[in-house]
């Protein structure tokens, strides 16, 4: 299948075309599982995962322009429900049959946490595939078989679906063996659930999205990680870590690593618990200088600089 010329903003609002340009994919396009496999690692390696514009108390928009100028024409990133919902039109206007599912994300704790969550389960003549470009740090960079107990080994990474009574979980494997992701069922989800789930996220005062700022972005080689203050990069093999010194490092760090501009001077709000009580703003450059950890652990910024 081949993409091009003045009529090619296909169905749900997708400029394929820029899509294709804003990812870098320039592989087959044919209802195969080979073109999923390509499409999903392009996007989960070019658009990252961040909540950034909630930081900047900017509401968080589902609807297919929204996410076209976003994601797209912006050159941003977003978290899952904008991934996914973006992924699964693209996948929807190349002929993927997409079933858009909700999970239940889980932790150390096991606490029971609503459904907040988007996956896509994408279901070909090759077999049944979970895809999800938006779950963050520990998330696929390609699919993952949905076959119950099968490994799928993803460069320094595994993952695998469990059965578990009615319902299905994600898992991944570090080196204290396999811990949870999330769970879900196969009930299909409509537009609507997802504005539900988005609007909790995006501005409950406990949401760890209003809260916490979150940027990340895989890559075969390494997994990149932003939060709050500290970046860090896991290979697979071991992470390295360090504090940021200020805010020019800062929005360095996001346009060089990260491939997200921001004008000189943005601020984003989020609490920094590990900062003094008497930096009350909550924002970064709000607290004194921290003067992060040994050189030992100091993280390369050398990732090649994005388009």
């Known amino acids: 299948m081949k993409v091009g010329g003045a009529g090619c903003a296909l169905r749900a609002g997708v400029d394929l075309p820029a899509y294709l340009r804003r990812t870098g994919y320039e592989g087959d396009l044919d209802v195969r ?91 070909l003549d090759e077999g049944a595939w979970i895809a999800d470009v938006g779950f963050g740090v520990e998330g696929l960079l390609l699919p993952v078989p949905f076959q119950p107990g099968r490994v799928a080994r993803q460069f320094a990474w595994s993952y695998r679906v469990l059965e578990e009574g009615e319902q299905y979980v994600l898992q991944s494997r570090g080196g204290d063996g396999w811990r949870d992701l999330y769970a879900f069922t196969l009930e299909p989800q409509e537009a609507v659930d997802y504005e539900v789930a988005n609007w909790f996220t995006s501005t409950h005062p406990d949401s760890p999205f209003v809260n916490t700022l979150t940027v990340q972005l895989g890559s075969p080689e390494a997994r990149y990680t932003l ?65 992060g950890p040994p050189a030992a652990l100091q993280v390369p910024l050398d990732r090649p600089k994005r388009p």
């Open 33 to 123: 599982y080979a073109a999923l496999e390509g499409l999903h690692l392009a996007h989960a390696t070019r658009i990252p995962f961040e909540n950034l514009d909630i930081l900047l108390r900017r509401p968080i928009r589902l609807d297919p322009a929204s996410l076209q100028a976003k994601l797209v024409a912006g050159r941003r990133g977003g978290y899952c429900f904008e991934q996914n919902t973006l992924f699964a039109a693209v996948l929807e206007a190349l002929g993927f049959p997409v079933r858009r599912l909700a999970a239940r994300v889980r932790g150390p704790h096991r606490v029971l946490r609503p459904r907040t969550h988007m996956l896509l389960l994408v279901e």
């Open 227 to 291: 939060r709050n203050r500290e970046l860090s990069v896991d290979t697979g093999a071991e992470v390295a870590r360090r504090t940021l010194a200020g805010d020019e490092e800062f929005l360095e760090v996001l346009a060089g690593t990260f491939g997200l501009r921001f004008p000189p001077g943005t601020r984003f709000a989020f609490r920094e618990p590990d900062y003094p009580s008497n930096s009350t703003s909550g924002r970064v450059g709000s607290a004194a200088p921290n003067p």
